[in-house]
């Protein structure tokens, strides 16, 4: 089926930076679209960043362009989120999530990813 387990969330202070890391087991997602969401109570689930399987398309939320940088290692097949200049409102749950989706356009449409991780815990304090 495949599972995919993100790491390296805590708690920070704001203006800190934080990495976040996704790991694939049980099958490989090296040719999906790998993307971070996040998710606050009470919110719906939030686009953060998206690469594409070849790295040549990042996408980025408005409130988190400049400040974070999405990577992949497709041999380690790992997608990682480093987070900059980190903000009370960055404060979620932050999932990762891979998906086999053609158009760019789509990367930051939570229902084109068919695979999900439990999220990992960001909280910013002000």
């Known amino acids: 089926q495949g599972r995919l387990v993100e790491s390296g969330g805590g708690l920070v202070q704001a203006g800190d930076s934080l990495r976040l890391s996704c790991a694939a087991s049980e099958r490989t997602f090296s040719a999906y679209v790998k993307a971070w969401f996040r998710q606050t109570p009470g919110k719906e689930r939030e686009f953060v960043a998206a690469?594409?399987?070849?790295?040549?398309?990042?996408i980025y939320a408005e409130p988190v362009k400049g400040r974070f940088t999405i990577s992949r290692d497709n041999a380690q097949d790992t997608v990682s989120l480093q987070m900059d200049s980190l903000k009370a409102d960055d404060t979620a749950v932050y999932y990762c999530a891979a998906g086999a989706i053609h158009s760019p356009t789509a990367f930051d449409e939570h229902p084109w990813y068919d695979y999900w991780g439990r999220g990992t815990q960001v909280t910013v304090s002000s």
């Open positions: 690469i594409s399987a070849d790295s040549v398309h990042r």
